[in-house]
C-alpha cells in the first residue's frame, strides 16, 4: 500500500514569512514527486514538480526532495494571503506522472 | 496549460438515480484520464484509471458496476454513478493526461470537478 502522508495543520503564518509544508511517502521505488494547491470548492492546480535529490526553485517557492528519507517539502517564501489554500504533496512510482497518489494536504493559513 | 472542462459542474438528484459525468480535454488529446472522488476535508482518492479504447482499471474497493466509465474518444471520457445514494456525494474530479513526449514528466491535467449531492 502506497501511503503518502502530510500533516494536516493547518499551518498559520504571518504575510511575509517562509512557510514550510512537509510530505513523507512509504513507496521507496517512487520517482516523481508533486505539488498541488487547492482553493477551497476547486480542483488542484500544479505548482511544481521534482525528480531528483536536493533542491528545485521557482520564483517564490523552492521543493526539497531527499528520496534517503522518503521526505519531499515545499517552501513559500514571502508568504502571502493568496497563498493560503490546502497544499496537497502527490507521488508517482514513474518519471512521467502517471498514477498519483496523493497525501492529504495541509491546510495553509496566511495572516496579513 | 492544457484545458480540462467537466459537466457539469454541480449536480443535484435523489437517491436510486443515476448522473453522468463528462470530462472533456479541449486542447490536447487525452489518451488516459484518471477519476478521482474527494470527500470534504479529505484528499483525491483516484477511483480509477481510462486508457481510450480501453476498459478502466479500478482501484480497489470502487465497484465498477457502479461507476461506469467509458473514454470512448481521446478528448471525451464520461463517468457515470448508477443508482446513486447519499453516501456517493463527493466532489467529483477528472485528470487528462496526453501522450508523454518525453519531457520532465507527463503533467496530468485536471478537471473543475464535480460536486455531486445525493437526496
Known amino acids: 500500500q502506497k501511503e503518502v502522508e502530510q500533516n494536516s495543520g493547518p499551518l498559520s503564518v504571518p504575510e511575509g514569512a517562509i512557510a514550510s509544508l512537509n510530505c513523507t511517502y512509504s513507496d521507496r521505488g517512487s520517482q516523481s514527486f508533486f505539488w498541488y494547491r487547492q482553493y477551497s470548492g476547486k480542483s488542484p492546480e500544479l505548482i511544481m514538480f521534482?525528480?531528483?535529490?536536493g533542491d528545485k526553485e521557482d520564483g517564490r517557492f523552492t521543493a526539497q526532495l531527499n528520496k534517503a528519507s522518503q521526505y519531499v517539502s515545499l517552501l513559500i517564501r514571502d508568504s502571502q494571503p493568496s497563498d493560503s489554500a490546502t497544499y496537497l504533496c502527490a507521488v508517482s512510482w514513474d518519471n512521467a506522472g502517471n498514477m498519483l497518489t496523493f497525501g492529504g494536504g495541509t491546510r495553509l493559513m496566511v495572516k496579513p | 496549460g492544457a484545458v480540462v472542462s467537466q459537466h457539469p459542474s454541480w449536480v443535484i438528484c435523489k437517491s436510486g438515480t443515476s448522473v453522468k459525468i463528462e470530462c472533456r480535454s479541449l486542447d490536447f488529446q487525452a489518451t488516459t484520464m484518471f477519476w478521482y472522488r474527494q470527500f470534504p476535508k479529505q484528499s483525491l482518492m483516484l477511483m480509477a484509471t481510462s486508457n481510450e479504447g480501453s476498459k478502466a482499471t479500478y482501484e480497489q474497493g470502487v465497484e465498477k458496476d457502479k461507476f461506469l466509465i467509458n473514454h470512448a474518444s481521446l478528448t471525451l471520457s464520461t463517468l457515470t454513478v448508477t443508482s446513486a445514494h447519499p453516501e456517493d456525494s463527493s466532489f467529483y474530479i477528472c485528470g487528462a493526461q496526453g501522450v508523454w513526449t518525453g519531457g520532465p514528466y507527463n503533467e496530468q491535467f485536471f478537471g473543475p470537478g464535480t460536486r455531486l449531492t445525493v437526496l
Open positions: 521534482i525528480y531528483s535529490n
